[in-house]
């Protein structure tokens, strides 16, 4: 159902450094690569970072109308905890840490990831997300 997304970055490596990584790590196989943008496939869907010089701003703001953030599936608890673990090496930071992996609720597995430019990621752990009674 969804062909692509394409996110407007105010610097094209730190969005490669970061997304590049994160999307490989999820399964993306890199796709297009301009001047001003690089893209990452899976199946028919893909997500693209350009560094437009049409930008108004140079951070993206979450908390402002428009795309708060993307949420992707990953298999398991294990996962994520080593996505976790392996994200500030790429530019992530952990969000709700005191929470965390119970931010999005106490049967929601999930980590919130935030980057550099203030882009936000959920990974939703699909399988053993469940706190333990």
């Known amino acids: 159902m969804l062909h692509h997304v394409e996110l407007w970055v105010p610097d094209l490596g ?6 590049g ?4 790590r999820l399964g993306c196989e ?8 690089r893209s990452w496939r899976t199946g028919e869907t893909y997500v693209v970072v350009e560094q437009s010089p049409a930008m108004t701003a140079d951070r993206h703001d979450r908390l402002r109308p428009g795309l708060n953030h993307l949420a992707f599936h990953v298999r398991n608890r294990e996962e994520l905890d080593e ?13 709700f840490p005191d929470r965390h992996p119970f931010a999005g609720g106490p049967e929601h597995c999930a980590a919130y990831l935030e980057n550099e430019d203030g882009f936000e990621v959920e990974l939703v752990a699909k399988e053993g997300g469940g706190r333990v009674p």
């Not at 730190?14 to 997304?19: C, D, P």
């Not at 890199?30 to 943008?37: F, H, I, M, N």
């Open 14 to 19: 730190r969005a490669v450094t970061s997304w």
């Open 30 to 37: 890199p796709y297009q690569d301009w001047q001003a943008g």
């Open 83 to 95: 996505l976790v673990a392996s994200a500030p090496a790429h530019g992530w930071t952990l969000l």
């Open 21 to 24: 990584w994160l999307l490989e």
